[in-house]
């Protein structure tokens, strides 16, 4: 079982040390078997804001990163790793010109969220979400989760962020 | 006075129009001068999201726009114009891009909020602030209001929003 699980570590990037770092209340073996985010939390869209974020390339995405009170608390007080409870939500949408703004300000400048794309969660349970450095990571599309092959691809991406505990987004004052 | 009165008229665009619709308490004279938010209402970065905006041209500038209770359930339930106690608020930064993100995603693409370049606000008052449409608007840099002229130009701009009570923002799912 062990060979396994140093597979499994090289699959996900560096989720031993983390799982190091939060073990589960389980056998050593279940720490490693990944645990996604499926229900849509409920009240995010009430949640403060943390900050905003642009992605071009083939994306032309926007984003509104928001946090319940226990992110928004531990962002403001640089609290890392996040406690558990932290909920952050990143909300995206198309990055789409407004024709309209564009008319008022007489020239082509302004761009905004365009239709919803989807919105990705992620949760802090350092017990739960052991195999993934305490996180547990939800993707939604129209409001259902998306497959798990998608959802296993957002640990790798984010353990690359070990200084800031797998959080990209910094606060925006 | 009623020449000084369109004079004024002239400068700020369609004041009379809206100074009609909400009238002012006081003499008819009063409601053609404008008023402006020059305190930082408190609390304001608690406040929900409305939604997210980005120009480009020569701001290079993110918006996160952010609202207070009486602005979200407006905003939601689709309530024009906005009533009484509306505060709108408008946190710009720099746009600029994350070199810490494009090398997670191995591309130029990713762009975060730089330094906080301005605070904007709309306040909803149609008996203070007859003389702008109902609204009082407010610009603040490092905290500090900038200069009566600088206030002046955000009406005549808001002006033109005729169909959306002034308000270019609209609400992000």
Request: glycine share 10%.
């Amino acid at each position: 079982m062990k060979r396994i699980s140093f597979l499994l570590v090289g699959v996900v990037g560096v989720a031993g040390a983390f799982a190091f770092r939060a073990p589960a209340s389980g056998p050593a073996d279940q720490a490693s078997v990944p645990v996604f985010v499926t229900q849509i939390p409920p009240g995010y869209r009430n949640w403060r804001l943390i900050s905003v974020a642009h992605e071009e390339g083939n994306l032309h995405s926007f984003a509104a990163v928001l946090g319940n009170d226990v992110a928004i608390q531990a962002y403001r007080e640089g609290t890392l790793p996040f406690p558990d409870g932290t909920f952050i939500a990143s909300l995206h949408y198309q990055h789409v010109p407004s024709a309209e703004n564009n008319t008022v300000f007489g020239r082509d400048q302004s761009f905004v969220p365009g239709s919803p794309t989807n919105i990705q969660f992620m949760v802090k349970d350092s017990t739960k979400y052991a195999a993934t450095g305490g996180w547990g990571f939800g993707f939604f599309i129209d409001g259902k989760p998306v497959d798990e092959a998608k959802m296993t691809s957002c640990y790798p991406c984010h353990a690359q962020e070990k200084t800031r505990d797998l959080v990209f987004t910094r606060y925006a004052p």
